[in-house]
């Protein structure tokens, strides 16, 4: 019997029909790094794609507003409201090899009324960045927890809660507000739009290490572009709802979530499937056969499609 190897064990034939039990799995060997995302009480899980080995990467907190992780894996970032009474927020950078705090300081949200804060580390590990609430806009920090920029209007309008902030190599940023994805250089002082976008429903940008390709969310899809906003094209299809696409380490795959479906007001859960970034489309769907090249992750041990829940992904 032939064996494929992809997460130790990948499992195709199940008994029964349920949802996915048809995906295709053709598994690629250069596979690196983990997959991060949160799982109902769980905590924050992590695979590692060439073991296929599940672990609790960070235990559940229910104080915990996000959390990240440097794209060289060298540091975490966590936040977490300090308590219920105010709006404060501990950051928390350590080390990822042995948990040393390297440092820690608590954040008062400026225009204050907000304890559900989190931030991003700039890809040389010096700043973080931080999106929106209802009452503060984009708010850049330096390591130490100093102010190093506050972006509270953009054209004389607040940026939205929920709009985007990503950054790229040379800590220069990505940001969304309204139909707008903008590009943002050192010192983030002007800015240049990169797309308008003529979607009801958009967003969840990421980018890959290299800052050429973007992927987001659209219209219950997946999209890819390069960072000057052409050759956008739509790369997942299904009969239901694709989201938070995550760029492998090298570029090379999307990490996104399928079948996204919406559990209560402030939650939902997806399945984790992989499909190459090459700018062609691929069939995600939970039911029909998928395309050629797409990834169901299956953990070892595990006989069906791992979920996910609340936050993000990364890949790591």
Not at 22 to 51: H, V
Not at 256 to 261: A, F, L, M, R, S
Request: with cysteine.
């Amino acid at each position: 019997m032939k064996v494929i190897h992809f997460l130790s064990v990948l499992v195709l034939f199940f008994i029964g029909c349920s949802k996915d039990d048809r995906s295709e799995n053709i598994i690629p060997s250069n596979l690196k790094g983990s997959l991060y995302f949160d799982w109902a009480d769980e905590g924050t899980l992590s695979i590692n794609t060439e073991t296929g080995v599940k672990s609790v990467f960070l235990p559940s907190d229910s104080k915990r507003n996000g959390w990240d992780i440097s794209r060289d894996k060298e540091l975490v970032l966590t936040a977490n409201k300090t308590n219920v009474w105010n709006e404060n927020i501990t950051f928390v950078i350590s080390r990822m090899s042995t948990g040393e705090i390297i440092n820690q300081f608590d954040y008062t949200p400026l225009n204050g009324g907000s304890g559900f804060h989190s931030g991003i580390l700039s890809p040389d590990n010096k700043l973080i960045a931080i999106a929106p609430t209802f009452e503060a806009g984009f708010v850049l920090l330096n390591r130490d927890g100093s102010l190093l920029g506050h972006i509270d209007a953009i054209n004389g309008e607040k940026p939205k809660r929920g709009s985007a902030i990503v950054w790229l190599p040379g800590n220069s940023l990505i940001i969304t507000h309204k139909s707008s994805i903008i590009r943002l250089d050192p010192p983030y002082t002007n800015g240049k739009l990169i797309k308008e976008m003529n979607f009801e429903d958009w967003g969840r940008i990421t980018v890959n290490a290299a800052g050429t390709k973007i992927a987001l969310s659209a219209n219950n899809h997946i999209y890819m572009m390069d960072i000057d906003g052409n050759n956008f094209v739509q790369v997942t299809e299904s009969n239901d709802r694709e989201v938070l696409p995550e760029f492998s380490p090298d570029g090379n795959y999307l990490l996104v979530g399928t079948d996204y479906t919406t559990t209560s007001s402030l939650s939902a859960i997806w399945r984790l499937k992989i499909i190459p970034a090459d700018g062609n489309k691929y069939n995600v769907d939970p039911i029909t056969e998928n395309s050629p090249g797409v990834i169901p992750v299956i953990a070892h041990g595990d006989e069906v499609i791992q979920t996910a829940s609340n936050r993000g992904m990364l890949w790591r």
